[in-house]
């Protein structure tokens, strides 16, 4: 009815290429991740992805951004220094379930 729009399956698949072999980055859909066993690794793969994608002309929502993070919530698992774990909202649906 409103025609194929293959935009946005184009965008994250620019994404996908563009920060493909950058070391401790994770990209899934639109969402980057970009880790280091310290802060000067991680800044130094941040700002190899920020080149990347500008030099491909991607832009990224700055009101998006979080920088830094020692704890992050990704597609309902908690990633820290500590592991991987399921969120509390994901424990409580398996136990009521």
């Known amino acids: 009815m409103f025609g194929v729009n293959f935009a946005s399956k184009q965008y994250h698949y620019e ?3 563009a ?3 950058i070391e401790g ?5 639109d969402e ?4 280091g066993k310290d802060q000067k690794e991680h800044d130094l793969q941040l700002e190899k992805a920020i080149v990347r994608l500008k030099e491909r002309g991607l832009t ?13 919530t990704f597609f309902s698992m908690v990633l820290s220094r500590n592991g ?3 969120t509390e909202e994901k424990v ?5 379930a």
């Open 84 to 86: 991987i774990s399921c």
């Open 15 to 17: 994404i996908k290429t």
């Open 25 to 29: 980055q994770e990209n899934i859909s």
């Open 19 to 21: 920060v493909t072999g």
């Open 92 to 96: 409580k649906a398996m136990k009521e």
């Open 60 to 72: 990224l929502n700055a009101e998006k951004c979080q920088f830094s993070m020692d704890k992050l």
């Open 32 to 35: 980057i991740i970009v880790q």
